[in-house]
């Protein structure tokens, strides 16, 4: 069974960092690409970049670059996001997808999501 | 980037309704699309990919349809289970792009 199982609930403060992480199973983790998502409450869900698991290779939406750094460990089937400097436009839920290409790119699993609240 | 324009915002629909929601691109995505149910609290679930090919163990009371800049989502028999937010989502260029939502209820 294919799961992804998403790091907990992150409580941060204006300016820092967080490091989000996406354990992996019940797949070849280095024969698919993991995209990262945000959702804001109640508001559409926005592609932030993807990685591959084989290779490390990643791809980015512009609007989040310099914003998220994608990575992975192929040792333990996990990728991680990077995200820094963190405002409160950066409060979200943020979901690891794998990516499934059936001629064009989908989202066929996804983690449980994680709040992430920028607050002093 | 390409605009994914969702409609309508909401809906509600009684038992046993057809239901149809529809997803207009802001140019040819050239049956580039999927749809994605998502319930309070979960993450999205694949329901249609390729415009028309139904994902495996959804139910085949889904389907989809269209093509060009036009899609659309088809619920033939409305049950319970099916309220939620259904998204959008174009595969032919990155970033990848989603629709705003069309939220479903129960009448």
């Known amino acids: 069974e294919v799961q992804l199982q998403q790091s907990g609930a992150e409580l941060v403060k204006p300016g820092a960092s967080v490091k989000l992480s996406c354990k992996t199973s019940?797949?070849?983790?280095?024969?698919?690409?993991m995209s990262w998502l945000k959702q804001m409450p109640g508001q559409n869900i926005e592609w932030i970049g993807n990685?591959?698991?084989?290779?490390?290779?990643?791809g980015y939406n512009q609007k989040f670059k310099g914003k998220a750094t994608l990575t992975v460990d192929k040792s333990s089937s996990t990728a991680y996001m990077d995200l820094s400097s963190l405002t409160s436009e950066d409060s979200a839920v943020y979901f690891c997808a794998r990516g499934r290409y059936y001629g064009y790119p989908y989202f066929d699993y996804w983690g449980q999501g994680v709040m992430v609240t920028v607050s002093s | 980037d390409i605009q994914m324009t969702q409609s309508p915002a909401s809906l509600s629909a009684s038992l046993g309704e057809t239901v149809t929601i529809q997803c207009r691109a802001s140019e040819d995505i050239y049956s580039g699309l999927a749809w994605y149910q998502q319930k309070p609290g979960k993450s999205p679930q694949l329901l249609i990919y390729?415009?028309?090919s139904l994902q495996d163990g959804v139910p085949s009371r889904f389907s989809g349809s269209g093509s060009g800049t036009q899609y659309s989502l088809k619920i033939s028999s409305m049950q319970t289970e099916d309220e939620g937010v259904y998204f959008c989502q174009q595969g032919l260029k990155y970033p990848l792009t989603f629709g705003s939502g069309t939220k479903l209820e129960i009448k």
């Open positions: 019940g797949y070849t983790f280095s024969n698919y690409y």
């Open positions: 390729g415009a028309s």
């Open positions: 990685i591959y698991g084989g290779n490390g290779g990643t």
